[in-house]
């Protein structure tokens, strides 16, 4: 005979034994009833704001479904502090890496528009910009070279050019201020400055 559980009477290490048995939603219902309060809290805590906390909520509950099946959970309540903790801070570095990505854009958008104020583009032969780029990158010394069009046409981040070359996080700094540096100047002789600013925005863009 299949006993019946007053749900909600039933301690967390019942609701999720019953879960695992029969996978019955209505069980994980009760825990959400029991802890959301508890999960916004902590949830604010590190977002510091409402809107994200209440998602933060909700994706969490949502993988509760999931989670209580992969999991042996001896005292729920500190495990879900666990989760929530490791979530929000999942978030956070998100936020992170987006506000770097958008920073870098920002400055080689700085850095191409200086260039093509100091050299406008010779729009009656575009075809000999790209001659005069490759050119350019060319009378550079080769690992200038390659971290310059890593970062600003391939946009990939310092750690990404790190793992790529095998170069010193100093030496991809040094390499890609340097690369630029000499790179301006090689466009200031070739009158071909206005050139990068092309090839680096339909980079950017695409």
């Not at 998602?55 to 729920?76: C, G, R, Y």
């Not at 500190?78 to 890496?97: F, I, P, Y």
């Not at 540096?181 to 200031?188: D, P």
Request: net charge positive; proline share 1%.
């Amino acid at each position: 005979m299949t006993q019946i559980i007053d749900i909600s009477q039933a301690n967390d290490r019942l609701l999720i034994e019953k879960y695992r048995q029969k996978q019955d939603k209505n069980l994980v219902g009760e825990l959400f009833k029991r802890y959301t309060g508890f999960v916004f809290l902590i949830s604010m805590k590190y977002l510091k704001d409402e809107d994200k906390s209440k998602d933060a909520v909700m994706q969490i509950f949502e993988k509760l479904f999931d989670d209580l099946l992969l999991h042996e959970i001896d005292n729920f309540k500190a495990w879900l502090h666990t989760v929530t903790r490791n979530h929000c801070l999942g978030v956070l570095r998100k936020e992170q890496s987006k506000q770097k990505h958008q920073a870098r854009i920002k400055e080689n958008t700085v850095f191409m528009e200086n260039l093509q104020e100091e050299h406008p583009i010779n729009e009656s032969k575009p075809e000999n910009s790209f001659e005069n780029l490759e050119k350019a990158l060319e009378k550079l010394k080769p690992e200038q070279k390659k971290c310059i069009q890593l970062f600003y046409l391939d946009e990939k981040s310092y750690k990404e050019i790190v793992a790529i070359t095998g170069f010193s996080d100093k030496k991809v700094k040094s390499y890609i201020q340097n690369g630029k540096r000499n790179l301006k100047i090689i466009l200031q002789k070739m009158s071909a400055g206005g050139l990068i600013l092309i090839v680096l925005w339909q980079n950017i863009n695409n």
